[in-house]
């Protein structure tokens, strides 16, 4: 019966999300007006303007996200049937306050296996709300428990315990520190991880997961610079909400989806492409995320002038050219070409709530332009009939606002830690305690 439900949650996808129209021809970026504000989201390609929510829901937000995969992350794959096989549980995890689930999702013959690790509180009265989160030093990092299979694919040389870019046994636990888990559980909160090397290790010149299996030996079928990992990588959020759809212990109405850093940009597209996911918590996403694409001139030229302020996409893409599409290269040097900008994605998840979290340290990530995407994504949710973006300013410190458009910064630098996570819970019970 469960796999006939995963079968079923996999096709209900293309329900679900914002799929993309039929296929169509998008123009050149030469023959694309300049537009040095982000675009409105209710405004479609050819001018017109958006007059109804049907209209915003049967036409806009479909071209959106076709624009989106057109021209910045590339096609997400595909939906597939997941078979999911259940490797272990462990009902005394966290001195018996937890239970300890490892699950393999096989996704066909010889395609990606993606290990998910779910913990989920014990003693709950009913489903619990779950955060699903991508991890990029594997699920052994996010505990000490030795039950938690080491993970086997490409992991970064920076990974604690990591030798010749592969888990040790001493990398257990070597990020544990930065993941409560005993916190959210306390909480009341279930947490699902995955690692992304089980989809797409992070290398520029290696495409090793679901864009080897999909090109089937045909090396022009991928090409690790035109591949769009990100887009990868959400595909891989989507099957693990296959899964958590079906499992009893979860609230299938009360998915968050959370990431730190390039894992934050793919948590925000993977919500933005499945409704199945009520809440994103994309945390320090910066450029190619939460933040404009639309640097504002006087960060560009402080970048000109070697003072690094805010990240660009022809940074992004020149150290990272893996994670977006071929054609987002086009516009390194004239984003103000490209027909969307962020607040498009944060408006594709409308009306749903999103979170964007920011530390003071971490300029790279453009808080302040942040904050904007957010205000220019706000007309979106008004016009759909419920609240946006309640702040005018950005908030002081350490003050969480928690509209629906949520926003938030603190001192500090590029990481996410425990009292971050502190943050995601408040947010998340704000919102979902209201449904």
């Keep these: 019966m469960k796999s006939a439900n995963l079968l079923l949650a996999a096709l209900l996808v293309g329900l679900s999300c914002c799929a993309a129209p039929s296929p169509q021809h998008f123009p050149d970026m030469?023959?694309?007006?300049?537009?040095?504000?982000?675009?409105?989201?209710?405004?479609?390609?050819?001018g017109r303007k958006v007059?109804?929510?049907?209209?915003?829901?049967?036409?806009?937000?479909?071209?959106?996200a076709a624009l989106f995969q057109h021209y910045m992350y590339g096609n997400i794959p595909k939906a597939v049937p997941v078979k999911a096989v259940t490797r272990s549980v462990h009902r005394d995890f966290l001195d018996g306050k937890a239970t300890l689930k490892i699950i393999a999702l096989e996704t066909g013959t010889d395609g990606p296996v993606i290990d998910l690790l779910l913990v989920t509180p014990n003693g709950r009265h009913g489903p619990a709300p779950v955060f699903l989160a991508m991890n990029f030093c594997g699920n052994h990092a996010l505990t000490?428990?030795?039950?938690?299979?080491?993970?086997?694919?490409?992991?970064?040389?920076?990974?604690?315990?990591?030798?010749?870019?592969?888990?040790?046994?001493?990398?257990?636990g070597g990020q544990a520190k930065d993941w409560p888990l005993a916190r959210l559980v306390e909480r009341g909160y279930a947490l699902a991880s995955f690692c992304s090397s089980d989809v797409d290790s992070d290398r520029k010149d290696v495409s090793d997961g679901?864009?080897?299996?999909?090109?089937?030996?045909?090396?022009?079928?991928?090409?690790?610079?035109?591949?769009?990992?990100?887009?990868?990588?959400?595909?891989?959020?989507?099957?693990?909400?296959?899964?958590?759809?079906?499992?009893?212990?979860l609230d299938l109405r009360r998915i968050a989806a959370v990431g730190h850093s390039r894992n934050g940009k793919t948590a925000l597209?993977?919500?933005?492409?499945?409704?199945?996911?009520?809440?994103?918590?994309?945390?320090?996403?910066?450029?190619?995320?939460?933040?404009?694409?639309r640097v504002s001139a006087a960060m560009a030229a402080a970048q000109a002038n070697g003072r690094p302020t805010a990240e660009t996409i022809a940074v992004i893409n020149k150290s990272f050219p893996h994670w977006f599409n071929g054609e987002f290269k086009k516009f390194n040097d004239t984003p103000e070409r490209l027909?969307?900008?962020?607040?498009?994605?944060?408006?594709?998840?409308?009306?749903?709530?999103v979170l964007f979290s920011n530390a003071q340290e971490d300029q790279w990530a453009n808080p302040s332009g942040q904050f904007d995407v957010l205000r220019a994504?706000?007309?979106?949710?008004?016009?759909?009939?419920?609240?946006?973006?309640?702040?005018?300013?950005?908030?002081?410190?350490?003050?969480?606002?928690?509209?629906?458009l949520g926003y938030y910064i603190r001192e500090g630098p590029h990481s996410m830690t425990a009292d971050d996570w502190e943050v995601f819970m408040n947010f998340a019970d704000r919102h979902f305690k209201s449904q």
Excluded at 34 to 41: F, S
Excluded at 53 to 60: G, H, L, T, Y
Excluded at 380 to 386: C, D, N, W
């Design 144 to 172: 000490t428990d030795p039950r938690v299979p080491l993970t086997r694919g490409w992991l970064y040389s920076t990974c604690k315990g990591c030798t010749n870019n592969a888990a040790t046994e001493s990398a257990r």
């Design 339 to 353: 027909p969307f900008d962020q607040n498009g994605l944060v408006a594709l998840c409308a009306p749903r709530p």
């Design 377 to 404: 994504a706000d007309g979106v949710y008004r016009f759909l009939g419920v609240e946006g973006l309640v702040a005018t300013s950005m908030p002081p410190h350490r003050k969480l606002i928690d509209s629906r």
């Design 210 to 249: 679901i864009y080897r299996w999909l090109a089937n030996g045909d090396p022009a079928k991928n090409d690790p610079a035109d591949r769009g990992s990100i887009a990868a990588w959400a595909w891989g959020f989507h099957r693990c909400v296959d899964y958590l759809v079906t499992d009893a212990d």
């Design 30 to 46: 030469t023959s694309l007006p300049a537009q040095p504000a982000m675009p409105d989201p209710l405004i479609l390609l050819d």
């Design 269 to 293: 597209l993977a919500a933005a492409f499945d409704e199945r996911i009520a809440l994103a918590i994309p945390h320090q996403a910066g450029c190619g995320g939460t933040a404009p694409n």
């Design 51 to 64: 007059t109804s929510p049907a209209q915003w829901r049967s036409e806009r937000r479909p071209e959106l």
